[in-house]
């Protein structure tokens, strides 16, 4: 079937260190987006990329990373930078052209630095 | 600027209706949508609307436009405890259609 796959679900992280969030897509949609989740403020986005080797700063994209190298993966690098990374991280990609704009989402991966 | 906003939570008796409101800045807005997310998943697109409309409705599911105050509401008939998440309003804009921007959220509890 096809959908977006988040890895890992859960993630700790010791202070200073870098860590990659995983995102992969077999739904042949072009656009990829990252967004943080923390209680009471909604989703936040990080990154996005409409098509292959390019990719657009979001509100908060301070501390992360993106590549953007095959069209079904979109990996984020948690950078030392990010001050305050524990959160809930959202993967979710769309048909480029489509009107209507539909987001697909990932089921998450929930990063905890200790 | 963009901007979404939502209160953060609602409580309703399950068989009662559920109303979630939202309000948004950008008048250039092209389309909005309500999501609905699950305790420890991520969002699933419940319904849209066009900037154009005023309603739709799609069974239990209403979705009322008030463009000139910039308010969108939800409205869920008849509401089960399966109703119980947390519902985005989200919007997208004519001038940057690749960004879609979202409210804090709404967290909905049924109680019997």
Redesign the interface.
């Known amino acids: 079937d096809g959908g977006i796959t988040q890895s890992p679900k859960y993630l700790f992280r010791k202070e200073g260190q870098n860590v990659t969030l995983s995102c992969e897509q077999n739904l042949n949609h072009d656009a990829m987006y990252w967004y943080r989740q923390d209680p009471g403020q909604g989703l936040r986005l990080i990154y996005y990329s409409q098509i292959v080797n390019d990719f657009q700063k979001g509100d908060i994209a301070e501390g992360y990373s993106v590549s953007r190298e095959k069209k079904e993966s979109f990996p984020l690098t948690v950078t030392s930078a990010q001050k305050n990374p524990t959160a809930f991280y959202l993967c979710a990609s769309r048909v480029a052209s489509t009107n209507t704009g539909e987001l697909f989402f990932g089921e998450g991966s929930r990063l905890t630095v200790l | 600027g963009e901007d979404?906003e939502?209160s953060?939570f609602l409580s309703v008796r399950e068989g009662d209706s559920s109303v979630i409101n939202c309000t948004y800045t950008d008048s250039s807005s092209?389309?909005l949508?309500w999501?609905k997310q699950e305790p420890?998943?991520?969002?699933?697109?419940l319904t849209?609307i066009f900037s154009n409309m005023d309603m739709k409705q799609d069974q239990r599911l209403t979705v009322l436009l008030n463009k000139k105050d910039k308010h969108l509401s939800l409205r869920i008939a008849d509401t089960q405890t399966g109703d119980s998440a947390i519902y985005?309003c989200a919007e997208?804009q004519y001038s940057s259609?690749?960004?879609?921007?979202?409210?804090?959220?709404t967290r909905l509890s049924i109680r019997p």
């Open positions: 979404v939502q953060l092209t389309y949508y999501y420890g998943a991520g969002l699933q697109l849209y985005f997208s259609a690749s960004k879609i921007i979202f409210g804090s959220g």
